[in-house]
């Protein structure tokens, strides 16, 4: 059976006082502070997006509960392994526990259940970990359970009918929430279920599908029957053909079209809105892919030894190789890139003139500004790299870092960091900026109007936050993730390490010392909001604008 059993893992201690917790010691700030309790010995700790709540499972004898920044829930026989998740758009928390005789009881059956926000909903013989999904507006719910030897998909609390098995995988909502569907088998046969309607019975659905177009009118899956492979489009059989491409079907961002991969016999091809292409020797993972408008599809192919890029029909020149993860459209739509290789050098092609060659081009990129008006890339020369932007190449460096260069939001602004000997150093709109030991992964980053840009620098053993070309004071380690920005640009904030303590910096004035920060973030209004630790208990730390 596809089901996992809960399993248990050891007590997680220290977790959270990693490198992705901390906050301030012995500052005065005007910041709010909000005790949510005590800090039990935790099991399976999640995070909510942007880490500003953690539910965690803890352990009192034999028992089980759930708790939710710092709120203690029901106790249960247990809670499944993978089964505890936030609920999209801030709508809670949800688990999977289960529930049976305590010692010295009899006659009670063990059930597993849902529980919503501390709800326990119906109980069951199973429920099938991984399959437990909400609508991306947090509305509805959904998962599979086994009643007896049959499985059934229960949807807002209601069972719908029972069948020998569901896929893993599935249930899935459309984008927009209204709509749900899953693939089930009825004997020997799999159907996809669509709103409650179950559809014609086939030999195989592929995994991964079914798939809803982004605008939630549309859905597909791959079905096999007998030999023979094909599409169902709207509850419509495409023509068979002798394998499906894996990650297929895939719409376009308007859901108007839809592309996918397609062997015939030794030959693979790609269907456009039902419409087979040129057959090849192979067509690369990952592809076709649609604009971001829709309008147009790019794929990958393999024809003989060499490799080619097929854009809106066209044909490409020929190369030994594409890079994975290319091509890509810029935001707008208007341009393609991508990284060829041709006999022992790379290059970068885009809108289907080839750049210089060079020995490598960093995994990547190429990438596109925000506005799709600009293009980067990281590049090799001999043993020295460099970073090519609007096909100018930069100055030759030891090294530049993984991630970058990196855009402002506006596009107009470029910053990448680079290593010159020993050192490490930013170069931000072409002008380089003083060298330290060391630059942090993930920075540079651009406030979202682009004016500001920050950075974390090491120098003698002390790193620090430079921004805006100033750097500031001199901390023991500054936690992933940060700085951040406000959303006007105007406050920059992150967290250092001083001694044994943590603590926020907000524009330069340290705040408070605590033993960890789980997640720090601004709000839309400017608030910043941390959640924090101190002496094992959990605090809510508000800071206005």
């Given amino acids: 059976m596809r089901t996992a059993r809960a399993s248990r893992i050891g007590l997680v201690f220290g977790l959270l006082i990693s490198g992705l917790t901390a906050a301030a010691a012995g500052g005065t700030d005007n910041a709010q502070e909000e005790n949510l309790g005590t800090l039990p010995p935790m099991l399976n700790p999640v995070f909510s997006k942007g880490r500003l709540h953690i539910a965690y499972v803890t352990q009192k004898r034999s028992r089980f509960s759930v708790l939710v920044d710092g709120q203690l829930g029901p106790e249960y026989d247990d809670i499944m392994n993978g089964g505890l998740v936030f609920i999209p758009a801030g ?140 599409v169902v489009l709207d509850d419509h059989p495409e023509p068979e053909y002798d394998a499906i491409m894996a990650g297929m079907p895939i719409f376009s961002p308007d859901g108007r079209r839809i592309a996918y991969a397609a062997a015939k016999g030794e030959k693979w091809l790609v269907v456009l809105d039902g419409q087979p292409g040129p057959e090849y020797d192979d067509i690369m993972k990952g592809t076709p892919l649609f604009s971001p408008d829709g309008t147009r599809c790019v794929y990958c192919a393999k024809k003989g030894e060499k490799w080619l890029v097929v854009l809106d029909g066209q044909l490409g020149p020929e190369y030994d190789d594409i890079m994975k993860g290319t091509p890509l459209f810029s935001p707008d739509g208007k341009h393609v890139a991508y990284a060829a290789w041709k006999g022992e050098k790379w290059l970068v092609v885009l809108d289907s003139h080839p750049e210089p060659e060079y020995d490598d081009i960093m995994k990547g990129t190429p990438l596109f500004s925000p506005d799709g008006t600009r293009v980067a890339y990281a590049a090799r020369k001999g043993e020295k790299w460099l970073a090519v932007l609007d096909g100018r190449p930069e100055p030759e460096y030891d090294n530049i870092m993984k991630g970058t260069p990196v855009f402002s939001p506006d596009g107009k602004r470029c910053a990448y960091a680079a290593e010159k000997g020993e050192n490490w150093l930013v170069v931000l709109d072409d002008h380089p900026e003083p060298e330290y030991d060391a630059i942090m992964a993930g920075t540079p980053v651009f406030s979202p109007d682009g004016k500001r840009c920050a950075y974390c620098a090491r120098k003698a053993g002390h790193w620090f936050v430079v921004l805006d070309g100033h750097p500031g004071p001199e901390h023991a380690a500054i936690m992933t993730g940060t700085p951040i920005f406000s959303p006007d640009g105007k406050r920059c904030a992150y967290c250092a390490k ?48």
Avoid: C
Avoid at 189 to 217: C, K, Q
Avoid at 498 to 509: C, M, N, P, R, T
Avoid at 512 to 523: E, K, P
């Fill in 498 to 545: 001083k001694g044994e303590k943590w603590f926020i910096v907000l524009d330069g004035q340290t705040g408070r010392q605590y033993d960890g920060i789980i997640g720090l973030s601004f709000h839309p209004d400017g608030v910043l909001e941390g959640l924090t630790i101190r002496s094992d208990a959990l605090y809510r730390v508000k800071q206005g604008p």
């Fill in 91 to 230: 709508k809670g928390v949800a688990y999977v526990a289960k529930q049976g005789s305590r010692p010295g009881e009899t006659g009670k059956e063990v059930k597993w259940l849902v529980v919503l926000n501390g709800q326990p909903g119906a109980g069951y013989d199973d429920i099938m970990n991984g399959t437990l999904v909400f609508s991306p507006d947090g509305k509805r719910v959904a998962y599979a359970a086994r009643k007896g030897k049959k499985w059934l998909v229960v949807l807002d609390g209601h069972p719908e009918p029972e069948y020998d098995d569901i896929m893993k995988g599935t249930p899935v909502f459309s984008p927009d929430g209204k709509r749900v569907a899953y693939a089930a088998r009825k004997l020997a046969h799999w159907l996809v279920v669509l709103d409650g309607r179950p559809g014609p019975e086939y030999n195989v659905i592929m995994a991964g599908t079914p798939v809803f177009s982004p605008d939630g009118t549309r859905v597909a899956y791959a079905a096999r029957k007998g030999g023979k492979w094909f």
